[in-house]
C-alpha cells in the first residue's frame, strides 16, 4: 500500500467525558498528516454529540448515532461510513500518547500488514485501582505479557481497544462477529486464515483507563474465561494448554489447601512465593505500596473469574447438545 489514510473508529456507549479526554489526547498527536476520526454513538442515553462538536474546529471527525447493537457491530459501521484506507479502532477509555500516530505510521511503513495491535499502560494521573488493575492485565507474570507488550508473539492477536485494520482487511473478512467479548480475537483469528498478516506494534501503545470496580473487573475476566472455549470450538486449531492455567492455577490452590490440611504445607509455600513476586514487581513497576497490595488481589480476581469461566464454559459445551449462542445468550449481540 503506497499511501496510508487514517481513519480513527471509536465507538462509544454513555461514555462522554472518556470521548472529550480521548480527542483531546488526540489534537496533541505529533505528526504532519491528516486523518479522520469517526465517532459511532451505539445507542446511548447519555451522548456524546455535544462534545464531538466543540472539536470540529480542530479535528475533522464526524458523528453517528445508532440503535444499540454491541461494539463489534459499531465498529463495522463506523469503517463502513470512514473515508480513509486503514482504520485504528480504538475503546473510548483510552488516552494517546503524542507519538501514537507516528508509530504506527513508521512501523507500517517498514513492515506493513494488514492488522496490527499495540500494548495497553498505566498513565500517571490513573487512579491506584486503574494501575492495579493495568499490571494485572499486562504483567509478564500474570497473561504471559502478551497484552502488555510482549515482542515475540505467535499469530498475534490484537485486542480492539487499540487495534488497527486495513480496508482491504475488512471487506475480505466481513469485520467483527455478533460475539462479546472475544470478537476481536474471532476477527485476528479469521484474518490469519485468510492470508493477512497480523503485528504488534510495541510503541504504539495507549494510555487504558479502565473505569472499573473490583465487581466489574471479575464480571469482565469472567467473561473472557466464558468466551476462550467458544472460540476454541470456533477454531480449534488455536485451542492450547496455556488457556487452561488459570484454570489449573485455581484448582491447584484448593489442592493445597486440602494438603495443608493433610500436613503438607509445601503448595501454599510455593503460591505465597508467587504472590511475593508479584508483589514485588507490581510495587517496583508502580512504586505504590498500595497499587502493589491492590495488584495482589486484581491478580486473584483474573485467576479466579478467568479460571471459574473457562471450566464453567469448557464443560458446558462438552456435555450439553446446545449452540454457544443457546447456552450464554449474554454473550452475543443478535440481530434482527
Known sequence: MN???????????????????????ITLLEGDF??????????????????????????????YFKPNSGPGDSRNFGM??????????????????????????NSLDNEFVDCFGGPD???????????????????????????????KVDKFQPRSFNMGLSKAAFEASGGFGVIHPGEDPDLSIRLINLGFKTKLINEAFVYHKRRISWSK???????????RPILNQWHPKTAKL??????????GFLASIVLFGLGIDLGLKLYALYFIVAFILAL?????????????????IQFFGYGYGFLKSTLALKFTKKTPEQVFPHLFFIHG
Open 3 to 25: 499511501t496510508l489514510d487514517f481513519s480513527f473508529i471509536i465507538p462509544v456507549f454513555n461514555r462522554p467525558d472518556e470521548v472529550n479526554e480521548l480527542l483531546e489526547s
Open 80 to 105: 463502513k461510513k470512514a473515508k480513509g484506507n486503514y482504520y485504528i479502532i480504538l475503546d473510548s477509555d483510552c488516552l494517546l500518547p503524542k507519538h501514537y500516530l507516528l508509530a504506527v505510521k
Open 242 to 251: 496455556v488457556y487452561w492455567l488459570p484454570t489449573l492455577f485455581c484448582l
Open 121 to 151: 499502560a498505566a498513565h500517571h494521573s490513573f487512579t491506584s485501582l486503574q494501575k492495579a488493575i493495568n499490571f494485572a492485565m499486562t504483567s509478564f507474570i500474570t497473561t504471559g505479557g502478551i497484552r502488555g507488550g510482549k515482542t
Open 284 to 300: 517496583i513497576s508502580s512504586k505504590s505500596l498500595v497499587v502493589a497490595i491492590q495488584a495482589i488481589i486484581a491478580i486473584a
Open 217 to 227: 473487573f471479575y464480571k469482565q475476566v469472567n467473561k473472557f474465561g466464558l468466551v
Open 34 to 63: 491528516s486523518f479522520e476520526i469517526v465517532i459511532v454513538e451505539d445507542g446511548s442515553n447519555i451522548d456524546c454529540k455535544a462534545i464531538v462538536a466543540s472539536y470540529i474546529d480542530r479535528l475533522n471527525i464526524s458523528y
